[in-house]
């Protein structure tokens, strides 16, 4: 995964990412409470990744697609990597 992706970008495939992954539907409601941003933002964001072709729309339920779900991928391992650095290694 090349690094730059805009943070937000990530923020919000990561999101639908662990939604899915928890079996929660993915749904624009859902994404902005886990987000705590309002939902025309949401809306804004969610557009903007189905345009780029990040996301899927099957009416209201929303997908990753393989670009996507490599993005997000790449992030939450990221993410872990980070947390077993601080859990192994710094001792938090």
Known sequence: MPIGYHPPLEEYLETIHDLAEAGT?????????????????????????????????????????GKGRTIAEG??????LAERLLVDVIGL
């Open 75 to 80: 992030v939450v391992r990221k993410h872990r």
């Open 25 to 65: 539907p993915v749904i624009q409601a859902r994404i902005a409470e886990r987000l705590g941003k309002a939902a025309p933002s949401v809306s804004e964001m969610l557009d903007r990744l189905q345009a780029d072709g990040y996301v899927e729309r099957d009416g209201r339920l929303l997908e990753l697609t």
